[in-house]
Structure formats: structure tokens, C-alpha cells
T-cell receptor, first 110, second 112 residues
């Protein structure tokens, strides 16, 4: 059974701090990795994707991938109250399905 | 650009009634299409996916069915709803393997 594991949280950080969200996956052959943000009552929205080992930066967001450790993370710099949401890690293992983690709830305190 | 439309946004149905939720994608051809259900405070449960017209793969045996009558149209149906069918139903598409999925706005279904 291919799995994606995330800490459910909630993760609470003060405004302006760095939020660090982590995810591990079980299928060593996984090739594509995605982060989605889901506000309460809304559908998931893609915010980052990464295919290669290392870091990928987009504005305040940085995705980090370590295939040897089967670990992917999302850093949010200068966290804002508007970043409060559930963050879903998703992994494409090369088949027709994408495996989603259950999500980590993030609260950014003003 | 590509867009995905899903309707209705909310639906309240009595137990035992039928269901039809529709999803269409614009701006792309032969997308992979997906139906998910999300219970309150829970993760995404994959229900069905389709990689082509008339092709449906079912992930969870239940009283739901799906159809893909046209390339960019995906329909979720039930002949007789159960209380346990309540939830947030999400349609998603992606261009091909390895690409991210993109979600519609979802349908919040309440069964009374």
C-alpha cells in the first residue's frame, strides 16, 4: 500500500515566522511531488510542485525534496494569518493515481 | 487556459433519492479525470478515475457509479443515496501522468 504521511497538527506559528510542513512517502519510485493548500470549506489549490532533489522557491514558499530519505517539505517564510489552512502533500508514483496525505493544519497567529 | 466546472455547489437530498453530479473541463483534451469525497476534517478519498471516454476505474465499492460520456465530461451518480454518502465531492483533472491534479470548486452534499 503506497502511503503519504503528514503530521495532522495543528501547527501554530506566530505571524512573520517560518512555518515548516513535512511529509514522508513510502514508494521509493515516486517521481512527482505536490503541495496543495485547502482553506476550510474550499477545494484544494496547487501551490508548489517539485520533481528533483533539492530546493525549489516560489515567492514565500520553498519546497524541499530528499528522495534518499523519502521526505518532502514545504517552508512558508514570513507567515501571514491568511496562510492559515490545511496543507496537503501529494505524490505521483507513476501510475494513474496521485496519493494524497491527510494534511497538516496550520494556524498563523496575528 | 484550462478551467474545470463542477455543479451544483451545494445539494441537500433525502435518503434513498438519486444523485447526479457533473464536472466538465475546458481548454484541454483527453484529460485524466477524478472524483474524490472528503468527509469533514478528513483527507481525500479517491472514488473513481478515468483516463479516456467510457473508461472508469472504481476505487471503493459502494452505491456510487461514474460515467464519462464525453472527453471532458465526468458524471458521478447514485440510484439510492445513503446517509453515509454525505460529504464534500471534488472533481479533478490532470493533463497526464506526473502532472499535478487541479480541482473544481466541489459540491457539498448533505443527506437528510
Amino acid at each position: 500500500q503506497k502511503e503519504v504521511e503528514q503530521n495532522s497538527g495543528p501547527l501554530s506559528v506566530p505571524e512573520g515566522a517560518i512555518a515548516s510542513l513535512n511529509c514522508t512517502y513510502s514508494d521509493r519510485g515516486s517521481q512527482s511531488f505536490f503541495w496543495y493548500r485547502q482553506y476550510s470549506g474550499k477545494s484544494p489549490e496547487l501551490i508548489m510542485f517539485i520533481y528533483s532533489n533539492g530546493d525549489k522557491e516560489d515567492g514565500r514558499f520553498t519546497a524541499q525534496l530528499n528522495k534518499a530519505s523519502q521526505y518532502v517539505s514545504l517552508l512558508i517564510r514570513d507567515s501571514q494569518p491568511s496562510d492559515s489552512a490545511t496543507y496537503l502533500c501529494a505524490v505521483d508514483t507513476g501510475g494513474f493515481k496521485t496519493i494524497f496525505g491527510a494534511g497538516t493544519r496550520l494556524f498563523v497567529k496575528a | 487556459s484550462q478551467t474545470i466546472h463542477q455543479w451544483p455547489a451545494t445539494l441537500v437530498q433525502p435518503v434513498g433519492s438519486p444523485l447526479s453530479l457533473e464536472c466538465t473541463v475546458e481548454g484541454t483534451s483527453n484529460p485524466n479525470l477524478y472524483w474524490y469525497r472528503q468527509a469533514a476534517g478528513r483527507g481525500l478519498q479517491l472514488l473513481f478515475y478515468s483516463v479516456g471516454i467510457g473508461q472508469i476505474s472504481s476505487e471503493v465499492p459502494q452505491n456510487l457509479s461514474a460515467s464519462r460520456p464525453q472527453d471532458r465530461q465526468f458524471i458521478l451518480s447514485s440510484k439510492k443515496l445513503l446517509l453515509s454518502d454525505s460529504g464534500f465531492y471534488l472533481c479533478a483533472w490532470r493533463r497526464e501522468m506526473g502532472q499535478p491534479q487541479h480541482f473544481g470548486d466541489g459540491t457539498r452534499l448533505s443527506i437528510l
